[in-house]
């Protein structure tokens, strides 16, 4: 009973917050359904519901378009910082390197670097690549994360080495062992780097705005700010348009919601 009495206030805080959280994206949702003349209107559930929003946001902007290619984007940046993430954490932790120490303070080192430092240094490689206004653009700069090599190699580390010694003695290789024994128990972090990654490149806007120049090759989040500049008298085709733009990561986190959890208690910090 006691242990009840002393776990009240957390969940009140807990629930406090959720409501500060839940409560502008349920205003939202229902300014979406909402007509014009009734958008302002404090009631949270809309007298008239309505469709004709999403219908105008579909049917004026090319959000199917940049629906499409924010997603195409995210999965492949996605796969790619899942994949680089996993051989070079494999590395850095079960493979004999000289100077490892020295890599793996490297990379926590570009844990360090603001991304506004890179920003000009990757633009001008990405034009001169000659990649502006394509996929490469989007996806290549990103495929790789030290965020993802720290996480992974921390959580490798936390693996039994008679895992390891056994594999060995089978006459497995690295490529097997990282295959076979390192990566199935590697799922929670796995899947906790992978839902990062997905709504990191879902969410990018400054990036897709400066190396893309068509419509055809523009994302979601610069869709949204065009509906926002274009609709701006009428509030509830703009949230819409944000709807559509949230609900696939909301999805994806919905989908990958156990292995996120599991892989960030998990990770370990194990040196």
Not at 105 to 125: H, I, S
Not at 142 to 166: E, H, N, S, W
Not at 189 to 207: E, I, P, Q, T, V
Not at 243 to 255: C, D, K, N, Y
Request: aromatic share 10%; hydrophobic share 55%; no cysteine.
């Amino acid at each position: 009973m006691r242990r009840v009495v002393r776990l009240v206030p957390l969940y009140l805080a807990l629930l406090a917050y959720s409501t500060l959280v839940l409560v502008p994206l349920l205003a939202l949702l229902s300014a979406s359904f909402k007509t014009a003349g009734e958008v302002f209107e404090p009631q949270l559930i809309p007298q008239s519901p309505t469709l004709e929003n999403y219908r105008i946001a579909l049917e004026k902007f090319p959000l199917g378009r940049f629906l499409l290619n924010s997603l195409l984007v995210s999965l492949a940046v996605a796969l790619g910082q899942v994949v680089t993430s996993a051989l070079a954490g494999y590395a850095l932790a079960r493979v004999h390197l000289p100077g490892k120490r020295f890599l793996f303070g490297g990379v926590v080192a570009l844990l360090l670097v603001p991304g506004e430092v890179t920003f000009l240094p990757l633009y001008e490689t990405v034009s001169r690549l000659g990649w502006l206004d394509s996929y490469a653009a989007l996806i290549v700069p990103f495929l790789a994360t030290p965020l993802g090599i720290f996480l992974l190699r921390q959580f490798f580390l936390t693996l039994p080495q008679d895992l390891f010694d056994a594999a060995r003695i089978d006459g497995a290789g690295h490529l097997r062992m990282l295959w076979h024994v390192a990566l199935p128990l590697a799922r929670p972090a796995l899947g906790a780097l992978g839902a990062l990654s997905f709504l990191s490149a879902w969410n990018m806007y400054l990036w897709p705005l400066v190396v893309t120049r068509s419509t055809q090759m523009q994302t979601v989040q610069i869709g949204v700010n065009m509906i926002l500049n274009e609709e701006a008298a009428r509030w509830n085709v703009v949230a819409a348009g944000a709807i559509l733009a949230l609900l696939p990561t909301l999805l994806a986190f919905l989908v990958a919601q156990r292995q996120f959890v599991r892989g960030i208690t998990l990770g370990g910090l194990k040196g």
